[in-house]
């Protein structure tokens, strides 16, 4: 990186961000209290539509996108259709060469049904609500960092593109084509995750991918002709507990996660559907499972009378620390240098959208949103003074960028 920036070059905008706080936080909060899980499509649309009217004052192209629907294998061992939420794109300035990517997810993982609703203040001073951290916070940390951002006359060096899906907690396969197109036009992808409460950032994450495993058998009356019947549930049964010893052999971690099947209790069960979840570190890991999956069902494909099929990949490919996210590591602790805010880094088995674009070949760092904690429980919560501070962070890398283009 270039030797980054005068004082004057962000003094101004800093200084503004400063005054924020109080209007982020209730921005924040406003979300917050509208529930927007993955499938509550009312929810989503006034999210949409006050994320639209936020993200106009920052004067680009802006555009609803419709969702592809999800593929899933249901109950009957049937594929299966679902229709998503739209998707927000912002783009400004897209005839620079160097473009930057914004992105962070607008669904939460609390259903309509679920009894974590509203905002509510903790003795501590946080905010306990769903989503304040995942990615409420984030969504208007990237606003305001953005607003700021374009008050610099060193704005006009560079583009952006703002992506909020609205599939993330679900592993975005109604958004992941736009992933894999902008990704091929940006040069560096900032998200906007929560940090850790104490404000480490993630900086490589595991791979994750969900299997779906259906055995047909053939069912009979468990008096009359048993020995007619095929059983689907054991069979499913002994490939899941083949699965699950895996976990013995490697880093690699398997979760057999759900299991149905069978009916009354005199009949053979001719149904059976098992549902994996594997981590996995490496590219190497990642071909070896593929592998084992691949012969555990020719396996078990060979047993009279029953037939398996499996379904579903590796839809978040490992995200390891490339070079091009140790550059940018290495920026964002010039800047946080400037702020005199500490920078820590450690790795997580979860992944992201991060691992997406990392996957599609954009170096990222996906942890830019305030600190919280307590994600996907009752108890998540944000840190209301991290807000601007980590707008201010990401102004500033913002503005380094702009500053050597
Ligand atoms: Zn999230």
Redesign the pocket.
Known sequence: MNSLLNESDWRHELDWLDEQGDAMLQLVEKLANINSGTFCFDGLKIVESCLTHEFSKLGGDLSILESRPQSSINSAGKMEQRALGDILHISKRSATKKKILLC??MDTVYSKEHPFQKCQWLENGYLNGPGVA??KG?LIVMLYALLAFEKSPLATNIGWEVLINPD??IGSPGSVHLIDEIAQRCSAGLLF??ALPDGTLVSWRKGSGNFTFVAHGKAAHSGREFEKGRNAIVAMAKLMATIDQLNSTSEITYNVGNFQGGGALNVVPDLAIGRVNVRIKTVEQQNQVEQQFADLVSLANQSDGISLEMHGQFSSPPKPISPGVAELQLRIKKCAEILDQPISWRGTGGA?DGNKFAAAGLPNIDTLGPRGGN?HSMDEYLIPESLAPSAKLVTLILLSFANEA
Do not use: C
Request: charged content about 35%; hydrophobic content about 25%; proline content about 9%.
């Open positions: 962070i997810h995942d990615a984030g993330e907690e995750e929560p992201s994600i």
